[in-house]
């Protein structure tokens, strides 16, 4: 297919696409190259080595964000991701935001023999002087997989839109945060870094203290309004993904895939493994919501505390809000069980709508959630898998 609307090109726009291939696979490759190194000090050193070596072109993109073309790259920001088995790195790029008609005039345009071209991709036209205040410069970070088919994480961040969606239509103030994630090649894709955010591992290795304490040390007094609102942000964005954690069954939730941004939302990254895939030979071992002992002090630290029965109230919410969508969802995961994925072992579609209790009356489906979330609270296989991954991967819990 590739080949065929290659042929099709001609002129600038078979430049563009030349140009702008080979800087992505470039980039890349240096996942696959890197993996060969041991992990730690060795690796790192190659990924920056490597970064080092690509030269940016005018007029390039990152698969993730056509609407900004990458004016700068940071060298110094290569960095190999923790995994088992793969060697994902991160890097950052500078992009100024100009739109997709943007970029097709900048593809229009032959960047090779125009030497003024640089000063015309700092500088508008004037004919564009009216959009130059939409132009945004700005630092976004990516992670680039080898061997990793990212079509998975792709499936789960269409869900997550669309629950995100639904809540929006019903009123909810539910908190989603889908990201962009493009498969750019068989095995290979690349994944956009959720702004403003750390993972809870990260903030584990920074200072050794709870969740609660450090919403205290970054928002101020519990009493304070910046606390409150950080910890209103929590509850509604923790509600909001238990009820994607539940319904596509979303595992491996250890604290390098749970990330905490600057405004108190939680927020759920690398969906590897969901459906009927897991960890450990697909054991399903974890429970249906990562509830932890400080996710739910900072929620109140009971059951019967007012914010933690406002949490429950909003999955309740939240799940009856989805419910009448089930064939939506269902028919978008079904559209793709037919290319084989790790999470489709052929009871998918059954479980899943099962989740929805399709058959329950209202009040019958929220007990069942209800009891979802009692039994997920404090689960004791939750904690097992975070000591399991300190252990193994030195991840903080």
């Known amino acids: 297919m590739m080949t065929k609307i290659k042929q099709q090109?001609?002129?600038?726009?078979?430049?563009?696409?030349?140009?702008?291939?080979?800087?992505?696979?470039?980039?890349?490759?240096?996942?696959?190259?890197?993996?060969?190194?041991?992990?730690?000090?060795?690796?790192?050193?190659?990924?920056?080595?490597?970064?080092?070596?690509?030269?940016?072109?005018?007029?390039?993109?990152?698969?993730?964000?056509?609407?900004?073309?990458?004016?700068?790259?940071d060298y110094k920001s290569g960095t190999p991701m923790q995994s088992a088995a793969k060697a994902p790195f991160l890097a950052r790029f500078k992009v100024r935001h100009c739109g997709i008609s943007g970029l097709e005039q900048l593809a229009a345009s032959d960047l090779d023999n125009n030497p003024s071209s640089n000063n015309q991709q700092q500088s508008p036209s004037q004919e564009d002087q009216e959009s130059v205040d939409e132009r945004k410069v700005y630092w976004q970070a990516c992670i680039f997989k080898v061997g990793d088919d990212v079509r998975q994480d792709m499936l789960a961040l269409q869900?997550?839109?669309?629950?995100?969606?639904?809540?929006?239509?019903?009123?909810?103030?539910?908190?989603?945060?889908p990201y962009r994630v493009v498969a750019t090649a068989p095995g290979c894709g690349v994944i956009e870094c959720v702004p403003n955010s750390k993972s809870r591992d990260q903030i584990g290795r920074q200072t050794d203290i709870t969740l609660f304490e450090y919403f205290l040390a970054t928002f101020g007094d519990e009493q304070s309004p910046a606390f409150q609102e950080a910890r209103h942000n929590f509850v509604v964005s923790m509600a909001a993904y238990s009820i994607v954690s539940f319904l596509l069954q979303i595992k491996d939730r250890h604290n390098g895939n749970i990330m905490i941004n600057t405004t108190g939302h939680i927020i759920h990254i690398d969906f590897g493994f969901m459906?009927?895939?897991?960890?450990?030979?697909?054991?399903?071992?974890?429970?249906?919501?990562?509830?932890?002992?400080?996710?739910?002090?900072?929620?109140?630290?009971?059951?019967?505390?007012?914010?933690?029965?406002?949490?429950?109230?909003?999955?309740?919410?939240?799940?009856?809000?989805?419910?009448?969508?089930?064939?939506?969802?269902?028919?978008?995961?079904?559209?793709?069980?037919?290319?084989?994925?790790?999470?489709?072992r052929g009871q998918t579609i059954k479980l899943l709508r099962a989740r929805f209790a399709p058959q329950a009356?209202?009040?019958?489906?929220?007990?069942?959630?209800?009891?979802?979330?009692?039994?997920?609270?404090?689960?004791?296989?939750?904690?097992?898998?975070?000591?399991?991954?300190?252990?193994?991967?030195?991840i903080p819990y």
């Open 9 to 73: 090109l001609s002129g600038t726009a078979l430049k563009f696409y030349e140009r702008e291939f080979d800087f992505f696979e470039q980039i890349t490759r240096i996942s696959g190259h890197i993996r060969q190194f041991a992990k730690g000090r060795e690796r790192k050193q190659a990924c920056l080595q490597a970064l080092s070596k690509i030269e940016l072109q005018e007029g390039c993109y990152l698969p993730s964000n056509p609407e900004a073309v990458v004016i700068e790259i």
């Open 275 to 344: 459906f009927e895939s897991s960890p450990g030979g697909n054991l399903g071992w974890e429970p249906d919501i990562k509830l932890t002992e400080e996710m739910f002090r900072v929620m109140g630290g009971s059951m019967e505390a007012p914010l933690f029965q406002w949490y429950m109230e909003l999955c309740v919410q939240g799940y009856l809000a989805v419910r009448p969508f089930q064939d939506a969802v269902i028919s978008l995961v079904s559209l793709m069980l037919d290319t084989r994925l790790p999470c489709f």
């Open 361 to 394: 009356s209202e009040r019958e489906a929220a007990n069942f959630m209800l009891k979802v979330v009692r039994d997920s609270c404090l689960n004791w296989r939750g904690k097992t898998y975070d000591m399991l991954q300190y252990y193994q991967n030195q």
């Open 159 to 177: 869900v997550i839109e669309m629950f995100k969606n639904i809540f929006q239509q019903a009123g909810l103030k539910l908190y989603l945060a």
